[in-house]
Antibody
Framework: EVQLVESGGGLVQPGGSLRLSCAAS????????MSWVRQAPGKGLEWVSV???????YYADSVKGRFTISRDNSKNTLYLQMNSLRAEDTAVYYC??????????WGQGTLVTVSS | QSALTQPPSASGSPGQSVTISCTGT?????????VSWYQQHPGRAPKLMIY???KRPSGVPDRFSGSKSGNTASLTVSGLQAEDEADYYC???????????FGGGTKLTVL
């Protein structure tokens, strides 16, 4: 059974950093495209980043240069390192197994709040 | 301002059919056959309902169907049931720079 469990969210001050984790089971992270998608409170969905099975990475313009997606094959885990956080980064962050440019499996999400 | 335009709300009575539209441009919806639809119940993660315009993942009832014409994609829910009441989001591949863009979401109410 495919399962994705995010962790690492919390309250952080503007300008701070946070690393989100997404532990996967039931499939191999490194053999799949994996994405982060976020949802601000009461708002819609926004794609954040994707890592291809070959290792290429892509980012939304809103986070480019501040966020880094990566994975640890030995732990079958996806990460999102978030630096220089802003109030507008406040959202629930979901990791998702990506296939054919769709998000087929989602985690339960982890809330990131950027506030002083 | 979302990249794709959806009506904020839609409604129908149990057993009826309802169609939700998703309008983009030739750079996203009209340019690729990679439109997806997601269902999200309050407080829950989104769930994929349709991918590649009209394909259903395993386990999704055939009451859900998708189509596309030009720059507009559509999700049709037939035989509405109470549990279909949720927010629905469309998405489309938008090229290597923007990757995937979403609509603003449509709240479906089952009357």
């Amino acid at each position: 059974e495919v399962q994705l469990v995010e962790s690492g969210g919390g309250l952080v001050q503007p300008g701070g950093s946070l690393r989100l984790s997404c532990a996967a089971s039931g499939f191999i992270v490194s053999s799949n495209y994996m994405s982060w998608v976020r949802q601000a409170p009461g708002k819609g969905l926004e794609w954040v980043s994707v890592i291809y099975s070959g290792g290429s990475t892509y980012y939304a313009d809103s986070v480019k240069g501040r966020f880094t997606i990566s994975r640890d094959n030995s732990k079958n885990t996806l990460y999102l390192q978030m630096n220089s956080l802003r109030a507008e980064d406040t959202a629930v962050y979901y990791c998702a197994r990506t296939w054919e440019l769709s998000f087929h499996y989602w985690g339960q999400g982890t809330l990131v709040t950027v506030s002083s | 301002q979302s990249a794709l335009t959806q009506p904020p709300s839609a409604s129908g009575s149990p057993g009826q059919s309802v169609t939700i539209s998703c309008t983009g441009t030739s750079s996203d919806v009209g340019g690729y056959n990679y439109v997806s639809w997601y269902q999200q119940h309050p407080g829950r993660a989104p769930k994929l309902m349709i991918y590649e315009v009209s394909k259903r993942p395993s386990g999704v009832p055939d009451r859900f169907s998708g189509s596309k014409s030009g720059n507009t994609a559509s999700l049709t829910v037939s035989g509405l049931q109470a549990e279909d009441e949720a927010d629905y989001y469309c998405s489309s591949y938008a090229g290597s720079n923007r990757y995937v863009v979403f609509g603003g979401g449509t709240k479906l109410t089952v009357l």
